[in-house]
């Protein structure tokens, strides 16, 4: 019989996490870190709407890019929140997840061999989603001293005549690291310098804890140069529903609107009622959950202080990266002993690219009674190997 | 700070002020100092805990009442609701708007010993001119709290 799979497919590693995850699940008393998902359920009054919409029958297709409603929401809050302003009818797309907006955005942008700058550590879908969209990802290690934050100069460094696109993963999974005004306002001047384009995934920008997300696209000259990806899992606590969108110029949003069409039809109408409730009576919610997560955040920072463990401060997303070398293990080896040890879960830094080792990523989407029971097997685990 | 450490523990009393001062980013000596003041204050006037009796073994009945009570002169309400309030088998009592004046709790452990408190101390009294008895079936929430049916949905443990 022939081979039915493709070379590329094929080829592309799996999310090193997956190992990981078939371990921990057949281990019912484990306590897991390894979340990237909010611990909060969805505000009751968005999922009443859910509720609502479903009775009244609204079962039917939206239009491929979405309610207008909802897109002229989600503008009007991206206006209000991060002075970015898109086009409701034009320049916006509604999409399964913000994961699909990263896809059909890097399919929309890439011809064969297009450099795409990613940095890492960082989420584990950009570099498999620029492979299947046929374009070279070229990665950027971010380093520790910078608070993994990416600057001009290894920007600069990365950059060859084949490169078009930068992603822009901030507020940063897994590191936590934020880019604030200033750090836009250096790398938005070399993009420019270079004439390039910008995936920004914003979609952790509510949970920024050192003043107020700044959206590249904000800047001098960048909107119509960055493709905005957000959603609303994690802001409103709304994984499961599925739902995201993409703020595009007119030229970019038209062909991602395209693939999307073809690939998804339209994002779940009922999923789509509810973020509009949302967007209009949600901002309490978020701030109360931002609140929340602040606070674990400082406790953790705390108990890495009283546990003598090296960890840069983060002031975005639910992630902790505390820094492990001092123990001479690998990540790796080091969350497999937690676990076998104490039970305990966390994932290896290298699980998001290769220079995360040395470091772990440790959710803080937990109460803060977890974390304290979590903390006390650590502290167990760290005098047993200290 | 005095609003945060109040949130906080409004919701969990059991935290520490070593902990509430490492979630505030604040010294604990400061937290300390400004909870022993919010208990002087009488701000902070207990710390309890939210039971469900129901899944216990002990039975006990709660009932709220309704007052309609004759206002005193000079004295309003206040006195009235403080001879109320000095019964130990009243838990709460509550000054309402509407068609009634207190909407008094009592725990007792049957509907009768609770019925017998209401004829022969709350009615008797001089200013109270009506009372209605309302026994509760079954308690959904509590301070915030649900006691029925909060089953935490299963997230997976490990996710990018």
Known sequence: MRNPLSEKVTNIKPSGIRKFFDVVSEMPDAISLGVGEPDFDTPWHVRDEGIYTLEKGKTFYTSNAGLLELREEICKYYTRKFHATYDPIKECVITVGGSEGIDIALRAMLNDGDEVIIPEPCYVSYLPCVQLANGTPVQIPLQAKNEFRLTPEELEAAITEKTKVVILPFPNNPTGAIMEREDLEKIAKVILEHDLYVLSDEIYAELSYKGKHVSIASLPGMRDRTIVINGFSKAYAMTGWRLGYALAPALICEQMTKIHQFAIMCAPTNSQYAAVEALRHGDKDIEVMRQAYDQRRRFLMQTFRDLDLECFEPFGAFYVFPNIQKFGMSSEEFAEKLLEQEKVAVVPGTAFGDCGEGFLRISYAYSIDELKEAFSRIKHFLDTIG | ?160
């Open chain 2, 1 to 160: 700070m005095r609003t945060n450490i109040l949130s906080l523990l409004e919701e969990n009393c059991k935290l520490s002020a070593k902990d509430i001062a490492a979630m505030l980013g604040a010294e604990e000596a400061e937290v300390e100092a400004e909870i022993a003041a919010l208990e002087k204050d009488r701000v902070i006037c207990g710390y309890t805990s939210i039971i469900d009796w129901d899944k216990t073994e002990n039975e006990f009945v709660t009932a709220l009442i309704e007052l309609k009570v004759t206002p005193q002169r000079g004295e309003g309400f206040d006195k009235i609701a403080e001879r109320i309030a000095n019964y130990p088998e009243v838990d709460t009592v509550y000054l309402m708007s509407g068609a009634y004046d207190f909407a008094v709790i009592i725990k007792g452990k049957t509907m009768k010993e609770v019925s017998l408190f209401v004829s022969s101390k709350l009615a008797p009294m001089e200013a109270v001119v009506g009372t209605a008895t309302h026994f509760v079936l079954k308690k959904y929430k509590e301070h915030g709290v649900k006691l029925t049916n909060n089953t935490k949905a299963e997230r997976l443990a490990i996710m990018p």
